[in-house]
Nanobody, 116 residues
Framework: QVQLVESGGGLVQPGGSLRLSCAASGLGFSTYTMTWYRQAPGKERELVAAIGRAGGSTDYADSVKGRFTISRDNAKNTVYLQMNSLKPDDTARYYC?????????WGKGTLVTVSS
């Protein structure tokens, strides 16, 4: 059974940092592209960042470029999202996603709230 379990969310002040983790099990982790999505209240889910299977290629939404960094540790079956200089607009539930061809798996998400 495939599981993606996100952690690391919470309440942070504007300008602060958080590091999200997503631990994967039940799948060949290194064969999947890993992504982070987020969904704010009343808005559609949007892609935040993606990382290739070996970790050598990354891509980011324009809204987070220069502030967020995605990384992965294939030995630990874990993908990370380092979020710096957080803004209130970053408030959302953040979801981990594993994708390979037409196969997708989702975690249940972790809530990030940026507020003073």
């Amino acid at each position: 059974q495939v599981q993606l379990v996100e952690s690391g969310g919470g309440l942070v002040q504007p300008g602060g940092s958080l590091r999200l983790s997503c631990a994967a099990s039940g799948l060949g982790f290194s064969t999947y592209t890993m992504t982070w999505y987020r969904q704010a209240p009343g808005k559609e889910r949007e892609l935040v960042a993606a990382i290739g299977r070996a970790g050598g290629s990354t891509d980011y939404a324009d809204s987070v470029k220069g502030r967020f960094t995605i990384s992965r540790d294939n030995a630990k079956n874990t993908v990370y999202l380092q979020m710096n200089s957080l803004k209130p607009d970053d408030t959302a539930r953040y979801y981990c996603n594993a994708v390979r061809s037409t196969v997708y798996y989702w975690g249940k998400g972790t809530l990030v709230t940026v507020s003073s």
